[in-house]
C-alpha cells in the first residue's frame, strides 16, 4: 500500500484527533447531559470544518517542501475532495438519525451521549474497513470496478426510494434484539442498561436508549459501505483515504444538532446525494479508461450538493408562498 502518510504523519493525526475529542468531550460538556443549542451546533461545526481545512493546509505545506508541489497539489486537492464527498454522504445520516430518535422520542438532551460513542463507534469500524479496502484493492484491482457498480446501482436506487421512509416497527435488528432481551417501556435517563427485581431476583433490562444506540452503529455501517468505496475513486492511499473520513465523521455530531430543525427544509437533498454516487460509480467504472481529474470530481460534487440544497430552499419557498396565497 503506498502512502504518503509517515508515521509521525500518522501520530499527528491521531494526537489532533484526539485533542479535539477531549475538549468536546471534557471542556465543553460534551458528556454531559444538556440540550444542545444551535449557536454550540453551529459553534462546532465552524470550529471542526477550520480544523480539517487547517489540517490539509499543513499536509500541503509539508509535502510541498518534502515532495514538490505538484504532489501537494494533488494529496491536499484529494484530501478535501475526499472531505466532501464524505460529509455529504454522511448527510443521509442525519435523516436517518433524526428518525431514530423521533420514533424512540428520545429527548434531545439525551441525544449527544448517543452521538457521540456513535462517533466513536464509526471510527473505530471505519478505520478497519479502509485498510481492509485498501489492501483488496492492493491485491485485486478488479474490485475497483464492483464497487463502481455498487455505487451506480445503490444511486439508482436511493433516487428512486428517496420519498420512502423506513418502517421502524418492524426493523429485524429491533425485533431480534426485542426478542432475545428483555427491553422496559421507556427510557431510563442516559442509562442504556437497568436492573429490576423480579421474583426475588434482579433481572438485567436493556432499556429504549439501547436500540437507539444499536440503530446508529448500524445505520453508520450500512453507510460505510456506501461512502468508503467512495472515495476510492478519488484516492487509494490509506492516509488520505482515512483522515478525510474521520474529520468527516467528527463533524457530523454537530451537523445533526445543526440541521435538526432544519431537515424539512432540505427535500432535494436526497436526490442530490443519489447522483453524487451514480457519478462517484461511473468514475470508479471508467477509472482505467478515463482520467477524470480531482479538481474536476471536486466541482461536480460540490455543484450537485450546492444546486440540491438550492433547489430544496426554493421548492420550499414556492410551497410556502402558495400556502399563504391560499
Known amino acids: 500500500m503506498e502512502s504518503i502518510g509517515t508515521w509521525w504523519m500518522w501520530a499527528g493525526f491521531f494526537a489532533v484527533v484526539l485533542v479535539m475529542l477531549a475538549i468536546d468531550l471534557f471542556v465543553v460538556g460534551g458528556g454531559k447531559q444538556h440540550r444542545v443549542s444551535f449557536r454550540e451546533a453551529a459553534s462546532w461545526s465552524v470550529v ?36 466532501l464527498i464524505e460529509k455529504s454522504l454522511a ?17 434531545l438532551e439525551l441525544q449527544k451521549r448517543v452521538l457521540i460513542l456513535g462517533v466513536l463507534g464509526a471510527i473505530v469500524m471505519r478505520t478497519v474497513m479502509i485498510f481492509a479496502g485498501v489492501w483488496l484493492i492492493a491485491k485485486f ?65 436493556a432499556t429504549p436508549l439501547f436500540l437507539v444506540l444499536v440503530l446508529v452503529e448500524l445505520t453508520d455501517l450500512i453507510f460505510a ?20 473520513n474521520v474529520f468527516a ?8 444538532f445543526l440541521l435538526a430543525d432544519m431537515a424539512d427544509r432540505f427535500t432535494l437533498l436526497k436526490y442530490g446525494l443519489a447522483l453524487v454516487l451514480v457519478f ?19 466541482g461536480v460534487v460540490a455543484a450537485i450538493i450546492g444546486a440540491s440544497v438550492v433547489l430544496s430552499l426554493r421548492r420550499n419557498a414556492r410551497r410556502g408562498a402558495a400556502a399563504g396565497g391560499g
Open 141 to 205: 484491482h478488479w474490485l475497483l470496478y464492483l464497487f463502481g457498480a455498487f455505487l451506480l446501482v445503490t444511486g439508482v436506487k436511493m433516487w428512486w426510494f428517496a420519498e420512502e421512509k423506513p418502517d421502524l416497527a418492524n426493523n429485524p435488528v429491533i425485533r431480534w434484539i426485542r426478542g432475545h432481551m428483555k427491553v422496559t417501556d421507556r427510557i431510563e435517563g442516559e442509562r442504556f442498561f437497568v436492573r429490576r427485581e423480579e421474583g426475588g431476583r434482579w433481572v438485567r433490562y
Open 280 to 298: 462517484v460509480g461511473a468514475k470508479m467504472l471508467l477509472i482505467d479508461l478515463v482520467k477524470i481529474p480531482v479538481l474536476v470530481s471536486l
Open 48 to 83: 471542526w470544518v477550520a480544523v480539517s481545512m487547517a489540517f490539509a493546509g499543513a499536509l500541503w505545506w509539508y509535502l510541498d517542501g518534502a515532495a514538490g508541489r505538484e504532489i501537494a497539489n494533488e494529496k491536499a486537492l484529494e484530501f478535501v475532495t475526499g472531505y
Open 249 to 256: 465523521i467528527l463533524g457530523l455530531r454537530a451537523m445533526y
Open 91 to 107: 448527510i443521509d445520516n442525519v435523516f436517518v438519525w433524526l428518525m431514530l430518535f423521533g420514533f424512540f422520542a428520545v429527548p
Open 225 to 244: 459501505v456506501d461512502s468508503i468505496p467512495a472515495i476510492f475513486a478519488i484516492t487509494t492511499d490509506p492516509f488520505i483515504v482515512l483522515t478525510s
